[in-house]
């Protein structure tokens, strides 16, 4: 069993930045690929960003490629989303999933934040 937590959503001006961080307690952090999500109102949740158990290769939605980084520190079992150049339509509930494998598929993932919110205003 995986408990995840995140934290450092707010608003945020549009072209700003904030970083995302999300804390894993229980079984060994390291043993599995970790994913960002994130859930607009009246929309699905979508795929963000993943890094391998080791953080040697990460994946982005195109969305967010450029403007986004995934990156993970298994000594503090945290991973992060740093997030830059923000638009209002990166406004979301964001959040982070560990899986067993590396995937951008939200099915492959068994455990999950309770999310935070990113609000960018225009």
């Known amino acids: 069993q995986v408990q995840l937590v995140e934290s450092g959503g707010g608003l945020v001006q549009a072209g700003g930045s904030l970083r995302l961080s999300c804390t894993a307690s229980?079984?060994?952090?390291?043993?599995?690929?970790m994913g960002w999500f994130r859930q607009a109102p009246g929309k699905e949740r979508e795929f963000v960003a993943t890094i391998t158990r080791s953080g040697g290769s990460t994946y982005y939605a195109d969305s967010v490629k450029g403007r986004f980084t995934i990156s993970r520190d298994n000594a503090k079992n945290t991973v992060y989303l740093q997030m830059n150049s923000l638009k209002p339509e990166d406004t979301a509930v964001y959040y982070c999933?560990?899986?067993?494998?590396?995937?951008?598929?939200?099915?492959?993932?068994?455990?999950w934040g309770q999310g935070t919110q990113v609000t960018v205003s225009s």
């Open positions: 229980g079984r060994a952090f390291s043993s599995y690929a």
């Open positions: 999933a560990a899986s067993g494998v590396f995937s951008r598929s939200d099915s492959r993932y068994d455990y």
